[in-house]
């Protein structure tokens, strides 16, 4: 019969699907997220491997029953020795042809259903990444964390923090966000938040990310101070897709628009000043036809030749209820 492998590496987690060729699910695995610049490559060569061999096994195939495999990993394309590291490694690992590519791309295959436009992810990382009609394609954003994450969970952090301190000192108005980030950081004087950083935050993204929890419940309780920074953090992005629009020649289309990651959680915090800088460039904003593990199993079908319209149905009906915008990066 034939078996496809989907897998989706990304701060967060790791995420593995493996279907037929008709794009019915045999099997699915999540493990920790896998991220080069923070892990270093040998860890995110062992997390992939490991997770896939779970992943066939759950679904009792033999590597050789793989037709095609499609690795979306984070950072891929970023640094050229770790990715021949991990290709050589991965291509060692299973005998079936592969692609890889940045998570990002089976993120835009699944949310438009391998249509052109551009997809929006914003979870720990941020980054944007648009296709053409011709099939050309862009990103922008994503760059690395310390200088081009902008609208990401680990941007929204360093921005919490960042917020604490102004208003700690009094540059700005005290909020719910400054009582809030002293409970939860434990502070028994406002300089405490220093050390908290350098011992619970500093070079962890995720933990980082997490602190833009704080921002979302002052938000929550009405904290102008923390609405104005989620209306940043939606600029952004919607910059960043401006910027791919521009690459591709797309600022003339009502381009579709999808996006996914943990940040669309917050809601209408984000989801509105998000959708009112889309709408103003002339695009459409549409929740994803399919999350990016999906887009990894379409991915694989057009490169082996399937025709994907029958996949879809099977694919959707697996996902019913989790492909919207609770989908994490």
Avoid at 68 to 76: D, E, K, N, R
Avoid at 197 to 217: D, F
Avoid at 246 to 268: A, D, H, P, W, Y
Avoid at 302 to 317: K, W
Wanted: hydrophobic share 40%.
């Amino acid at each position: 019969m034939g078996y496809y492998l989907s897998v989706d590496g990304g701060g967060s987690k790791t995420a593995y699907l493996i279907t037929d060729r008709m794009g019915r699910v045999c099997a699915s695995n999540v493990t920790q997220g896998c991220t080069y610049s923070v892990m270093g490559k040998e860890l995110v060569c062992e997390i992939l491997s490991e997770g896939a061999k779970e992943t066939l096994r759950v679904a009792g195939i033999s590597p050789d029953d793989l037709i095609y495999a499609v690795w979306g990993i984070s950072c891929f394309g970023e640094y050229e020795e770790m990715d021949r590291y991990l290709t050589g490694k991965l291509t060692e690992l299973l005998p079936c042809d592969m692609y890889f590519c940045n998570d990002v791309e089976i993120g835009l295959a699944g949310s438009l259903l391998l249509h052109f436009g551009i997809h929006v992810v914003a979870g720990t990382g941020a980054i944007v990444m648009g296709k053409d009609k011709e099939g050309r394609t862009a990103r922008a954003n994503g760059w690395h964390e310390d200088f081009s994450d902008e609208g990401s969970g680990y941007w929204l952090g360093l921005k919490t923090l960042s917020l604490f301190a102004r208003q700690a000192d009094f540059r700005e108005r005290r909020s719910f966000l400054y009582e809030l980030m002293r409970e939860r950081c434990g502070l028994g004087r406002d300089m405490d938040v220093v050390s908290f950083y350098q011992e619970q935050l500093r070079g962890k993204r995720k933990e980082t990310a997490a602190m833009q929890e704080v921002l979302l419940m002052a938000a929550k309780l009405g904290d102008e101070s923390a609405v104005r920074i989620y209306e940043m953090a939606a600029y952004e992005l919607a910059q960043s897709v401006r910027g791919v629009a521009g690459q591709l020649g797309l600022m003339n289309e009502k381009t579709q628009v999808s996006c996914c990651g943990g940040i669309f959680r917050c809601g209408s915090f984000i989801l509105d000043p998000f959708s009112r800088y889309v709408e103003q460039m002339g695009f459409v904003l549409r929740p994803p036809g399919l999350s990016p593990l999906g887009g990894g199993i379409l991915l694989a079908a057009d490169r082996d030749g399937r025709q994907v319209r029958e996949m879809i149905e099977n694919l959707r009906q697996h996902e019913a209820g989790i492909c919207d915008f609770d989908m994490e990066d």
